[in-house]
């Protein structure tokens, strides 16, 4: 008589690795007190400083642990992966933090990367003196132009801090891989052309549009860490309206 056990049970380990996934996708929790962000003082060279319009900006993403962000650990061709802040923009018209920070979410759904879960959280950026919050600020998400279980680029930002400019947000963005077997996890794909699609979405649906580049030189490229794909740069973009 035929059976469909095989299928079922292929089925079972199927979901029980979706499972594992989304507990290994789920914000990472520290063994211990989270440490104060208040505390936090970036190492010698790895901030920017002087950017118009900007200021001093710390050039990596930082974990709730203080620590620049490795991909949670796993390894990219056998080296540690450093995850750059690659997006800068400057808002000139929003009034208030608040409406600064309503047009920048409004952006993101509009470029569509709006929020979705299935990603780690806890990240900060460093811009003037401090480090600020993620947004998006629900639990597991990201803005993200695609679904966990897909190949999707998706991304942070931080902020907004009143400059000269404006209000600034700061962001990092990276492309990310779906993997179920032998481990359930998000692999790297790239930075450079998660960071290009980000931009042209925004600038296409958005009132932030695209103004060019800075080049910070945040590359990495030893025998035990990388930045990968990463040319060192920012894009910046400044709403228009």
């Known amino acids: 008589m035929p059976t469909n056990r095989p299928t079922f049970a292929l089925t079972t380990a199927a979901l029980f690795s979706a499972v594992l996934l989304l507990n290994a996708c789920a914000p990472a929790q520290s063994g211990g007190p989270v440490p ?12 920017f400083k002087g950017i118009d319009d900007v200021g001093d900006m710390g050039l990596w993403m930082i974990t709730k642990d203080l620590k620049n962000a490795t991909w949670l650990g796993e390894k990219y061709k056998g080296r540690t992966l450093r ?20 047009r920048m979410l409004d952006s993101m759904n509009k470029a569509g990367y709006g929020p979705k879960n299935g990603h780690s959280t806890g990240y ?4 003037n003196g401090r480090l600020y919050a993620q947004y998006p600020q629900g639990d597991g998400e990201a803005f993200s132009d695609g679904h966990w279980w897909q190949s999707n680029n998706h991304g942070r930002m931080f902020g907004p801090v009143k400059t000269s400019g404006g209000y ?13 077997f032998p481990t359930p996890g998000h692999p790297f794909n790239n ?51």
Do not use: Q
């Open 168 to 180: 600034v947000f700061i962001g990092a963005v990276s492309g990310e891989d779906f993997r179920l």
């Open 36 to 47: 104060d962000r208040s505390t936090f003082a970036p190492a010698p060279g790895e901030i």
């Open 124 to 127: 900060s950026g460093y811009l």
């Open 83 to 102: 995850e750059p802040i690659n997006v800068i923009l400057i808002d000139k018209f929003a009034p208030t933090p608040e409406a600064a920070t309503a």
């Open 191 to 241: 930075f450079m052309v998660a960071r290009e699609d980000f931009a042209d979405k925004l600038t296409a649906n958005t009132v932030f549009k695209k103004k060019g580049y800075i080049d910070f030189k945040a590359k990495i490229d030893t025998a035990t860490e990388t930045t990968a794909d990463h040319d060192g740069c920012a894009v910046i973009l400044v709403a228009r309206e």
